[in-house]
Structure formats: structure tokens, C-alpha cells
């Protein structure tokens, strides 16, 4: 069992396993044909406001972590959560997100939480 993290443009790898969307919208430009998304759970995401209190600048990731982390004990984020969880117990499972920096994103929380 694995848990990566990857750019949902980059082209899927044979590896992947179950590929999961983990951002709250879908990301430009792209055609769900050629995302090859398995799974989306948006209530996993991170809240709008945290989105964009974490995108003003001037924000640690740390502080980010925390925050989301907070708001992932929330039931519906929870019970993704799990979901997602489960999936990882049963193979491989790719985290995919739109992000620039998928290292300092909610993504690294999420595979954080996943393998822990």
C-alpha cells in the first residue's frame, strides 16, 4: 500500500491505483476523460475560507496544517477521511491536485494522515 501525491495534469501512471481527486473544484482545463478520476471527495476539502485565508500569503504551511487538520475532525470530513483510508488499505491510492506546490498543500496533510 502506498500513498502519493501527484498533479492531476500530469498523465496517469499504471501505479497510481486509485486515482483521487483531493481539490474542491475541478481544475481548468482539463476534461475528466483525461483526468482518469476514480474517487472525489469534496467534503474532504479544505473550506473555501481556509483556502483563501492560506492564498492571501504571508501564511505558514504549518499554521495551514493545523488549521486543516482541524477541520478534518469535523463528522462529513471525517468519514471521507476514512473512506480514503479505506482505500489505501486496499492498494495503492495517487492524491491528485491542481496545486503548484503539491508539497506544501492539503494534499501532503491528507497523505500525512493516510499513512500514519
Known amino acids: 500500500m502506498s500513498v502519493r501525491i501527484r498533479r492531476v495534469y500530469e498523465a496517469p501512471e ?9 481539490d474542491r473544484l475541478w481544475p481548468r482545463g482539463l476534461s475528466k476523460d483525461a483526468a482518469h478520476v476514480n474517487e472525489w471527495p469534496k467534503g474532504l476539502t479544505p473550506s473555501t475560507e481556509l483556502r483563501r ?5 504571508e501564511r505558514s504551511y504549518e ?3 493545523d488549521r486543516y487538520e482541524a477541520e478534518l475532525a469535523a463528522p462529513e470530513a471525517a468519514e471521507l477521511l476514512d473512506q480514503v483510508r479505506e482505500l489505501t488499505r486496499k492498494g ?3 492524491l491528485l491536485t491542481a496545486s503548484k506546490s503539491p508539497e506544501q498543500s492539503h494534499a ?8 500514519a
Open 92 to 94: 495503492d491510492v495517487t
Open 63 to 65: 499554521e495551514f496544517a
Open 53 to 57: 485565508w492560506y492564498h492571501a500569503g
Open 14 to 22: 499504471p501505479e497510481d491505483g486509485v486515482r483521487v481527486l483531493v
Open 108 to 115: 501532503a496533510v491528507l497523505a500525512r494522515l493516510l499513512q
